[in-house]
């Protein structure tokens, strides 16, 4: 029988976390030391909050969010032009896997995304409606 990289929940097995996880502090450490082959990602922090494998392991997503940079999207092409680049030089980091997953770059919105929801919770309107569900409970 097949062993399955998957879990039956659909979540990541924990050798895609493992992995992910790997591939993610490689990036982060090229990143650093000025390694992306890209004049426009010079001078540019770019923080990578998660790495998403798939279950073959041959392509990851990669989530990034430009630090202090106004231009996220053109952080993410650049990233993104240079994948195959960026894929040699991690690989001597991951060189106990069989080859070196594809990258895809992607701006992560976490963060924004919490901010957006945090500013409705708090508004006006919502603590109104909270107000008027806590007497009615009564």
Known sequence: MARSD????????????????????ALAEVLARGESGDPALEGTLISISEVRMTPD????????????????????????RNARNLRGRISPAIRQ????????FWIDTRFEDDMRIDRILRSPEVARDLGSDDGERD
Request: without cysteine; proline residues 6%.
């Open 57 to 80: 392991l041959r392509h990851a997503t990669v989530f990034v969010a430009p630090l202090a940079s106004g231009d996220a999207e053109g952080a993410v092409a650049a990233l993104n």
């Open 97 to 104: 896997m069989r080859s070196i997953p594809d990258l895809a």
């Open 6 to 25: 998957t879990s039956r929940s659909g979540q990541p097995s924990q050798r895609q976390l493992r992995v992910g996880e790997l591939i993610r502090h």
